[in-house]
């Protein structure tokens, strides 16, 4: 129903996607609304200046749609199990939702909005998360020697969890 479709300028709203498959297809200025986006198939899916406001997204893997012009936007979005590896997705808003056990490897996330976002047990590793803020994140575990966090923005107490990796006792 939607796999090899272009779909420009139009709004989802509260649409299940669920195990739809996306591939092939082209979403341009779209945005999707209240959607649950469980176990999509995004094979060469291009996502260009795409929003995603309230939506549930599991088991999505993000790698695999298409790269060119990617630009994507979540907020106040519940993700979870979902792969954003070798990805370049500067600038991208995450803001206000939750990303649970999601993967962030070998992306370029600078300039990214983590503020007020639930981040449990996802991994970052070799991830670009320079300029990023994570202002009112938390839950999040950052290996600042596995990844670039220069001149992030961080809240006390949970930047303390920075120092996790250094496998050291704070009294």
């Known amino acids: 129903m939607y796999k090899d479709k272009t779909f420009e300028s139009q709004k989802f709203k509260s649409i299940d996607?669920?195990?739809?498959?996306?591939?092939?297809s082209k979403f341009i200025s779209c945005v999707f609304e209240n959607c649950n986006l469980s176990l999509i198939k995004l094979d060469n899916t291009r996502l260009q200046q795409t929003r995603f406001i309230g939506c549930k997204i599991l088991g999505a893997d993000f790698s695999k749609s298409n790269q060119l012009i990617l630009s994507l936007d979540f907020q106040e979005c519940s993700i979870?199990?979902?792969?954003?590896?070798?990805?370049?997705l500067k600038n991208t808003s995450f803001k206000?939702?939750?990303?649970?056990?999601?993967?962030f490897i070998d992306i370029n996330l600078s300039g990214s909005n983590?503020?007020?976002?639930d981040l449990k047990g996802t991994r970052f590793e070799n991830a670009n998360l320079g300029y990023s803020s994570f202002l009112n994140a938390r839950n999040y575990e950052i290996d600042f020697?596995?990844?670039?966090?220069?001149?992030?923005?961080?809240?006390?107490?949970?930047?303390?969890?920075?120092?996790?990796?250094?496998?050291?006792?704070i009294n």
């Open 80 to 88: 979870n199990n979902c792969i954003f590896s070798q990805m370049t």
């Open 145 to 169: 020697n596995k990844n670039n966090i220069k001149k992030a923005k961080f809240s006390f107490p949970e930047a303390l969890s920075l120092l996790n990796s250094l496998d050291i006792e």
């Open 17 to 24: 996607f669920t195990s739809q498959d996306l591939s092939n």
């Open 96 to 103: 206000d939702s939750q990303i649970i056990d999601c993967d």
């Open 114 to 117: 983590f503020e007020n976002t």
